[in-house]
């Protein structure tokens, strides 16, 4: 056989190879995933009945604001200078304010002050006729599953 033979032997068996290579591989592919389910949105019923009900509070009413630094004054000079202490004053409401700094509705706070619930529990004073509880922000880290 030729050199030039042999040359054009091993050109058409590498074509040959490539080719086989290529028609068996599109053959060894994985099946695609099925295609994800189309997002859903429900509207509420714009004929819905529920309505708010009116807040009705008695003339100068006691009122409990329960919270946590923003309750208590944090950022305000002095304290009492902050939103819960001067919120019920035009109002003509009778204020007692319960706030501690770091605490929520989980977290107890840096000092186990108590939750919001275990600090509810142990205001004295009686019964209020509106109480305001403020925060959150403080229980941005607990797990989603101990808020359940």
Known sequence: MSRRSRATTRVVLAVVATLAVLGLGSGCSTPAAPP??????TLPDPRSTLVPGSLVLPKNPDVLVLGDSYTEGYGAEPETK???????????WKVTVNGVGGTGYVNPGPRNE??????????????????VLQGGSNDRDTPYLALT
């Open 82 to 92: 902050g939103w819960a202490y001067l919120v019920g004053k035009p109002l003509g």
């Open 36 to 41: 994800a389910p189309e997002p859903t949105c």
């Open 114 to 131: 108590g939750t919001y619930l275990q600090r509810l529990a142990g205001v004295q004073g009686g019964s209020f006729d509106l109480v």
